[in-house]
């Protein structure tokens, strides 16, 4: 028998609001919930604000979520400690992030299911089973073997631009490497890559839409941000991409090939192949995770080198420190903003007590610029011994598994940008959509001497 959703007992899942007073007397000045606060990137004096204040924090929720506040963690310690103790800090207990995908009157029903029934949500054997099964793809020699690929791919995209000297980075380059390297690893055909493109803007505004449905149904909004049009295109891109994943996994089923798709539809699981819930949110967990985060570390690697040009100035004369730089890139970066964690029972973490199914979350951004870790944490510094120690994939048995790809990737882009493109730089305004989960840069220009 295939193991049964866990979205099913989500539906029936209470989460608690704070059992305990807060341990520390401090208002926040900011609110996390707010996803207009990480449209100028990630608010980082927040984050040290509230480390030094409060680092275990009880942030009320806005009034119209449905669910009751959550503990913010903002210190390393802490967030050390909550990822590798799953037995407390279960990833399955409950489920979502920060914020519910909305009310069930307005939630996109398949969203909300998928965004829970895949392997970040579970706990247990069943988790390190399904991890297993993703694990050949990226072991070193699949690795070794994907990075050739990249190499001709980063070259490709690279002479589109070279002769006109500006491009928006995002479009040209940050979003066609993952979705190429993805796709290589899935086994998505050619013809069919170019969607992802789309369908992964949209999962970027996904909160934006859900918060602005959850406004206008508890009476909190007259008129929606966003209109009714946008909102059924969201919908119909969503659907799209639900049922490609669908019918793609249904094929490798069928027809097994070599590739990370087929190790999925065909994995059997205690005793069974996984079901339809666990096949599509698996599908949207790898084209998410592997996509966007990799996409947003590209184009954040840019400003760090527009913002630090001493620190270009060491990279272009020693590219031996590729792969440092890779790893202070992604500290200061911290593509994924945060994910939860629910307790299980009642505990202690630093001074603070908590209760049984409250709702934790991780500030891997705050972690990655904790000042008892990283010295000058601010300061983007290519040579730092410890860049490695940070936080940004996660830590315990939930740690990234595309680690190795995105550090790759990061690397081979960034050689060929400074080989041929020494100058390439930030050239004009960013753009950054309303989203506390994932830093989506959604627009980056940038100019650069072009080639005769
Ligand atoms: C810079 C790039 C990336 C960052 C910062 C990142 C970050 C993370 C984080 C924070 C987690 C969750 C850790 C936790 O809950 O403890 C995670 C899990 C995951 N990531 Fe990544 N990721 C990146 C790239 C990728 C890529 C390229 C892929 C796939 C090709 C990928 C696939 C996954 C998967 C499947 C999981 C779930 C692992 C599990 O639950 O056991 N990620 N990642």
């Given at each position: 028998m295939s193991y049964p959703p866990i979205s099913e007992t989500a539906l029936n899942t209470i989460i608690k609001s704070n059992a305990y007073e807060p341990y520390y007397p401090y208002k926040s000045p900011i609110d996390l919930y707010d996803i207009h606060q990480f449209t100028n990137g990630q608010p980082f004096s927040a984050y040290d604000e509230l480390r030094?204040?409060?680092?275990?924090?009880?942030?009320?929720?806005?009034e119209w979520d449905?669910?009751?506040?959550?503990w913010m963690l903002t210190s390393y310690k802490d967030i050390m400690e909550v990822s590798s103790n799953p037995a407390i800090f279960s990833s399955q207990a409950s489920t979502g992030n920060l914020m519910t995908l909305g009310n069930p009157e307005t939630r996109h029903p398949k969203l909300w299911q998928t965004s829970i029934d895949h392997m970040l949500n579970l706990d247990g054997s069943f988790h390190l089973d399904l991890r297993r099964e993703h694990m050949?793809?990226?072991?070193?020699?699949?690795?070794d073997e994907l990075h050739k690929k990249v190499e001709i791919k980063v070259e490709v995209l690279l002479d589109a631009i070279a002769k006109v000297g500006k491009s928006n980075l995002v479009k040209d380059l940050s979003q066609q490497i993952p979705i190429f390297t993805l796709s290589e690893v899935l086994g998505i055909p050619e013809e069919d890559r170019h969607k992802l493109s789309t369908w992964m803007e949209f999962l970027e505004l996904a909160q934006y839409f859900a918060a602005e449905g959850m406004k206008k149904t508890q009476g909190k909004t007259e008129e929606m941000e966003v209109d009714t049009s946008m909102i059924e295109l969201f919908e119909n891109m969503i659907g799209e991409m639900f049922e490609y994943g669908k019918h793609i996994l249904q094929e490798k089923r069928l027809n097994p090939k070599n590739d990370l798709l087929s190790a999925i539809a065909n994995a059997e699981l205690g005793g069974a192949k996984l079901s339809q819930e666990y096949l599509?949110?698996?599908?949207?967990?790898?084209?998410?995770?592997g996509n966007d985060t990799t996409r947003n570390s590209i184009s954040g690697a840019i400003k760090l080198l527009t913002e630090f040009p001493e620190q270009k100035k060491k990279l272009l004369n020693n590219l031996d420190l590729l792969p440092n730089f890779a790893q202070e890139t992604i500290?200061?970066?911290?593509?994924v903003i945060h994910m939860r964690r629910t307790t299980t029972c009642e505990t202690t973490l630093g001074n603070q007590k908590l209760g049984?199914?409250?709702?934790?979350?991780?500030?891997y951004g705050a972690a990655n610029r904790d000042p008892s870790i990283f010295s000058n944490p601010n300061l983007f510094d290519i040579e730092r011994e410890n860049a490695a120690k940070h936080l940004a994939f996660g830590m315990g048995r939930h740690t990234c598994i595309g680690k190795p790809v995105a550090l790759m990737q990061l690397k081979e882009v960034y050689k060929q940008i400074l080989t041929r493109f020494p100058d390439m730089q930030m050239d004009g305004d960013w753009k950054v959509a309303p989203n506390n989960f994932v830093h989506a840069i959604q627009e980056m220009p940038v100019s650069f001497t072009p080639e005769k």
């Open positions: 030094e204040n409060s680092p275990i924090y009880f942030q009320k929720p806005p449905v669910e009751p506040g959550a050949p793809f990226f072991k070193p020699g699949y690795v599509d949110g698996s599908w949207l967990l790898i084209i998410f995770a500290r200061m970066v911290s593509p049984k199914g409250e709702k934790i979350i991780m500030w």
